[in-house]
């Protein structure tokens, strides 16, 4: 098995955060297998970045996730991280929608309910 992974850190701390908005900085490090210290930095990007925002909840954050931010072009079209985390979904009906006789279908919605941009922002 090799040493590397196809997804980025960042991938997967923005995929996990999709799934589990309520993580702690130490969950999401745990579930990634980076320190939290390196998670927590990854969060920093990704909010910079507009991937995630994060609501205060007490002494929690509840993180969103902006499913309409584009990934950048994949062959003839933009990928969003709706996309993204649809196609990544655990459960064996979570590629059906995405993936169609072993090509991938980008113009599948993506199920994950999660803020999106306005236009203000």
Known sequence: MPSWTFLTNHARVLIHISHEPESTGLQIAQAVGVTE??????????????YIKA??????????????????????????????????????TATSNVVKDG????????RVLVHQQSSSE
């Open 37 to 50: 210290r390196a998670a927590r930095k990854i969060i920093a990007e990704l909010q910079d970045a507009g």
């Open 55 to 92: 609501e205060k909840l007490g002494r929690r954050n509840r993180y969103s996730v902006d499913i309409q931010r584009s990934l950048g072009r994949i062959g003839e079209r933009e990928l969003t991280v709706g996309e993204l985390v649809s196609l990544l979904r655990s459960g064996p």
């Open 103 to 110: 090509a991938l279908n980008l113009n599948t919605q993506p």
